[in-house]
């Protein structure tokens, strides 16, 4: 369980025809979530919050975060980007951002047409530690209902990992204890929600064994799993054209969201 996690009330209301709101999910407003709602339809849409990457000491908002708006809400999905808070070695601070992120969303799901149990997270690099991490730590009543995640930071294991992310978010001398519990590949159940994961096979900045460790424990779980391991494209290419393998990408994710 994420320990730290409390529950702030902001009131808020927005429509599909309005454009992309800011909102603060403190009052000291250091974390927002800019909300891009699909066109309107009849059934409530599925939602999922994005969380860019950045080693945890800083976030990449554009390419993870903002520019991925348009490709969900034309799959019909509202999309949730995260602007969470850096750990500086407590790794309870962006997690309780996320947690307040889904929380929030499922208490406006009646005013902003959203589906309330098709809210799932999406994260890359290290915002795919904290995306995985919400999957294998939430409470049951904020659990994502699918976990989304590019170019994972997964384990804590100094050997596997990657090191900014773990100094960042645990410290330079992390205990036993924290390590494993961080070690996301350890933490599935049979309750962690299906997995979309993309990653590079020559990525040099986040070690590919962190996303094959964890589908593996997905698998071991019976949990539903989809990996894709592109040859080349190193690491953090989000949604960039430059990407060469973008449109199929896109093509295999759209296809994976209208399947669960």
Known sequence: MILGYTLCLCGTSISAQEPPVD???????????RVFLPSEAKQPAK?????????YSHLAMDHEGYDWAPFFNEQGIAAIVLKYRMP?????????DALEAIRLAKEHAAEWNINPAAIGIMGSSAGGHLASTVATHAPKEL??????????????DAKETHRGSRNQLLGEKPTDEMVRLYSNELQVTDNTPPAF???SDDDKAVPPINAVRYYMALKEHNIPATMYIYPDGGHG???????KYRKEMLM???KWLNSN
Do not use: H
């Open 197 to 199: 994961i993309t990653l």
């Open 88 to 96: 500086g070695g407590n790794p309870a601070i962006p997690a309780a």
């Open 23 to 33: 909102i603060d999910l403190w009052k000291d407003g250091r974390a927002v979530m």
């Open 47 to 55: 939602a999922v919050v994005i969380c860019p990457g950045g080693g």
């Open 252 to 254: 295999k994710l759209g």
């Open 143 to 156: 659990c994502p209902a699918f976990q989304i995640l590019f170019y994972p930071v997964i384990t804590m």
């Open 237 to 243: 290419w989000g949604i960039k054209e430059s990407f």
